[in-house]
């Protein structure tokens, strides 16, 4: 059974910094691309950064380049989203996804349940 379970979400001032945690069961981690997308209240999905675990290749989005950053620990099945220099609408639920491939897809077939992110101005 396929499994991602996302952690470190919390609460912080503006400036701050999170460190997210998504560990992957059930599948070859070295041969998905992970990726982060969070959602805020009343706004659509968006995808914030990808990494794939067969090339290390990345994705960022516009709004977090800079500020975040993906990593992966294939020996632990983890990827980390470290979140940097948070601002007020950073604040989301964040996900992580799995997709078989080597590079950053478009749509995901697995999912986690999500991690809390509330950044305070």
């Known amino acids: 059974e396929v499994q991602l379970v996302e952690s470190g979400g919390g609460s912080v001032q503006a400036g701050g910094s999170l460190r997210l945690s998504c560990v992957a069961s059930?599948?070859?981690?070295?041969?998905?691309?992970i990726g982060w997308f969070r959602q805020a209240p009343g706004k659509e999905r968006e995808g914030v950064s990808c990494i794939s675990n067969s090339n290390g290749s990345t994705y960022y989005a516009d709004s977090v380049k800079g500020r975040f950053t993906i990593s992966s620990d294939n020996a632990k099945n983890t990827v980390y989203l470290q979140m940097n220099s948070l601002k007020a609408e950073d604040t989301a639920v964040y996900y992580c996804a799995a997709q078989y491939g080597s590079s950053c897809p478009f749509e995901y077939d697995y999912w986690g349940q999500g991690t809390q992110v509330t950044v305070s101005s």
């Open positions: 059930g599948f070859t981690f070295d041969d998905y691309a």
